[in-house]
């Protein structure tokens, strides 16, 4: 995992993981915790498209779709006092990791392909929002987590399990760490 730099600022909390890992719940809950504002980067990417992402992915292609997807991130990372959940493939890109470890502290929610498969059957939001990337079905789901790991791991401030865990429970995990990594920073110097 990667400390982010000094010139960081800790009032950014982006969630990365693969679909299913829980970002959006999670998110809005933690946002709610803290008193910040919550930003869906899937949703500002429709809004900006006017259209659903399996729209996007169809009519104009995945690289229109990780285009907006990046010029989203950058916008969003700009903004303080601000939960994040990011679309799981937001790490494919490496200036887009790199603006999440320079602008964020990186929660990734992590849970085994099994459990992830497991809880995309039961998001109601998978059949409209999610085009398929792959092969389709379990298989896509294995070798793509595989495949991205290393990317969430870069790109991770600090990493949690979410199996078997409820948003609240895992909001308070966050929380802790977060608190805690806060009150361990430096104090940058104001500017002249
Ligand atoms: C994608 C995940 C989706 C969405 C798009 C691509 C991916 O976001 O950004 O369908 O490449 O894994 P969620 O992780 O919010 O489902």
């Known amino acids: ?36 504002e919550f930003s869906d980067a899937d949703e500002r990417v429709e809004e900006r498209a006017g259209k659903s992402i399996a729209a996007i992915f169809a009519e104009d292609g995945e690289p229109r779709f990780r285009d907006l997807e990046a010029s989203v991130l950058g916008e969003l990372l700009g903004e303080s006092e601000r939960v994040i959940a990011t679309g799981g493939g937001v790490i494919l890109r490496p200036e887009n990791r790199l603006a999440l470890v320079q602008n964020a502290y990186v929660v990734w929610l992590n849970a085994t392909a099994e459990s992830l498969w497991e809880r995309l059957q039961t998001d109601p939001s998978t059949s409209t929002r999610r085009p398929a990337l792959a092969s389709g079905g379990f298989e896509e789901v294995r070798t793509l987590l595989a495949a991205r790991e290393p990317w969430y791991r870069e790109s991770a401030t600090i990493e949690f399990n979410v199996e078997g865990r409820t948003p609240v429970e895992i909001t308070a995990d966050i929380l802790a760490a977060w608190f805690e990594w806060a009150a361990r920073r430096p104090i940058p110097p104001s500017p002249r």
């Not at 800790?10 to 990365?16: C, E």
């Not at 959006?24 to 910040?36: D, F, H, K, P, Y």
């Open 1 to 36: 995992m990667i400390d982010p730099p000094r010139s960081a600022t800790p009032s950014t909390i982006a969630l990365i993981g693969y679909r299913g890992s829980g970002k959006s719940t999670v998110g809005r809950v933690l946002a709610e915790a803290l008193n910040w």
